[in-house]
């Protein structure tokens, strides 16, 4: 009797079940047809055979308490990977001096609080050849949009006209106008270098002085339009006298209510990956806010670009961190790049310019493709990039491997907050005897902020973007592929859970696998009536060639390896071993990342044995940590070795 009343509650259940079906498909059946459609995708997605062909992702989510809204992602040679948001682009903590930074360990799921000791929200960063983490610039100020501002402000040029010492001025320091009267006030303390005296070269005669000059940013005492200036003036320096007050005083063109951008920061530090803490060493000449760091052949680090600390680009000085001295000196020559330029090394030591860039700077200087000469500053431009106004917000890669040079730059939008996207990839070969883009295969949307990251077969994955400015229209694309260079063909393979924009990035872990971070929508909505949130999730990509039934092992071998050097490891596998590939670990933000590339390494096997052969070039292989990869014949690859490169 009790089994007869539980199968007719069992009953029952069922048949109420099917009511609400029913009903649901008679009043809601679009909502029906698309739960039954998304179970199906999941089933489909979950398919062994489906992760075979096409790969998988997963959402990684921090508990609560470590979440944060991390602007750039470092591969650390402890496996871990360095997290930093600063302030996050959240004004709110700016202002209450939250910053912060983690440490996330992939393989245990562990992710540790760091101590972040300044706004390092935009910064630059780069690998060192002993495993630390360069990293400088930052936030000192957040943007005002024209309408939140309320008092006129802007650059005043200070001159010096005395040859024999400089002059600083303090903040707080006022400069009053000779004809519009007004008077404005700095907000930092500047340093104006001594005059230079001008000789004749041929007969030593005396030419005059070339005023030393600085530049502060100054506002109105008061607030509102009546203290906006319209023209250039000249401004007399308020609390000097004597030689002083004749030798120093300021120019400065319209002081207005307009805009006023992101100010950056002189400070730089080293993060050290074992101790996992900042330390902080020499600032750098210039602020930088969005600054380009790339390594060079000798050790050393070229600082480029970025907003300064008055909101104004970085007019053209550009530095070299020197890691013996912890010190920064000035290039000889001036050369202007918009912010966050892709700066690549080259094998011959010069430094080539894809054109890729975030924004911000003139949209008629510094966008030409070329190669620059640091030394000489000549710089010679590649001809033939297409969608040449759309180069803001594309992502550029050094195809594996890197020894052929061949770079691929991938979509791209219009200058500042247009519309404007480019769905082309183009190609370029630098080893060709007349170097020229040429387009690659399309993307089919016009994509800007593509994230790519080199994987160990050579393929490269590009995954996300949107294709308006920062999401807009709910613009994000769910789409990935894998871009073959050898045939330059993409293949569409599994769909990203998670809208990648603004702000996001991506790297290769040593497992094989692909982390994706970051994103940051400015609306929340189709229509663009609702503010966006940061994306706080991570997700991994896990590769097809990870879901075949074995992979080769590595294990064994040195843990330092010279240039022109051989070293042996052991593999299980060895006789099926095709490649060898020497990886630098990533340093991502804003679609820029300079520091990973793919070096093929000559090899040889004898028995369970794999000698690989690392090039001799510096330029190839800059010093430091490198996943040390074999990949089988099915295209397989190995988990890395972490190898150093001194």
Known sequence: MREQQAGLRRARRLGI?????????????????????????RYEIDRPGYKAANGHWDVVEFPEEYRQDTIHAVLLHTGKVLLVAGSGNNQANFDAKRFDSRVWDPVRGTVEKVPTPDDLFCTGHTQLADGSILIAGGTKR??????????????????????????TLPAGTRFTGKTNGRTFVSKDPVLVPRAKKNFDGATGRFLGNTPGLGRIYVEALASGTAYETGTQDNYRVRGLTGADARNTYGI???????????????????????????????????????????????????????????????????????????????????????????????????????????????????RDPGVWDVASNRFTEVPGMSDA????????????????????????????????????????????????????????????????????????????????????????????????????????????????????????????????????????????????SFEQRIEIYTPPYLYRDSRPTLSGGPRTVARGASATFTSRHAATIRKARLIRPSASTHVTDVDQRSIALDFRTSGDKVTVTVPGNRNLVQSGWYMLFVVDDRGTPSTARWVRVP
């Open 252 to 366: 400065a063109q319209k002081l207005a209510l307009d805009k006023k951008d992101f100010q950056g920061i002189r400070d730089t530090y080293e993060f050290d990956p074992v101790a996992e803490r900042y330390i902080r060493v020499d600032p750098m000449h210039e602020a930088r806010w969005y600054p380009t760091l790339t390594t060079l052949g000798d050790g050393r680090v070229l600082g480029v670009s970025g907003l300064d600390d008055i909101g104004q680009l970085v007019p053209g000085k550009n530095e070299i961190f020197d890691p013996r001295t912890r010190k920064w000196t000035y290039t000889p020559r001036i050369r202007q790049f918009p912010t966050y330029p892709a700066l690549f090394l080259m094998e011959d030591g010069r430094i080539f310019y894809s054109g890729s860039n975030a924004g911000y700077g003139p949209d008629d200087t510094g």
């Open 142 to 167: 957040y943007e005002k949009l024209k309408g939140d501002v309320t008092k006129a402000g802007g650059l005043m040029i200070v001159h010096n006209e005395n040859p024999d010492k400089p002059i």
């Open 389 to 532: 106004n759309m180069l803001e917000t594309s992502g550029t890669v050094l195809l594996p491997p890197a020894q052929d040079e061949r770079y691929l730059v991938i979509g791209g939008g219009g200058v500042g907050e247009s519309g404007l996207s480019s769905e082309r990839t183009r190609l370029v070969d630098l080893k060709a005897a007349n170097p020229r883009f040429t387009d690659g295969p399309s993307l089919g949307k016009g994509t800007r902020y593509p994230q790519s990251s080199i994987l160990p077969d050579d393929s490269v994955l590009v995954s996300g973007g949107s294709e308006d400015y920062r999401g807009r229209g709910d613009s994000d694309i769910l789409q990935a592929r894998l871009y073959d260079p050898g045939t330059n063909t993409f293949r569409r393979v599994a769909d990203p859970l998670v809208g990648r924009d603004y702000h996001a990035g991506s790297l290769l872990l040593p497992d094989g696998r692909v982390m994706f971070f970051g994103s940051d929508p400015l609306y929340g909505d189709k229509a663009n009536t609702r503010p966006g």
């Open 17 to 41: 079940g099917a009511v609400v079906v029913l009903a649901l498909a008679g009043t809601n059946g679009p909502w029906l047809y698309r739960f039954g459609a998304e179970r199906y995708h």
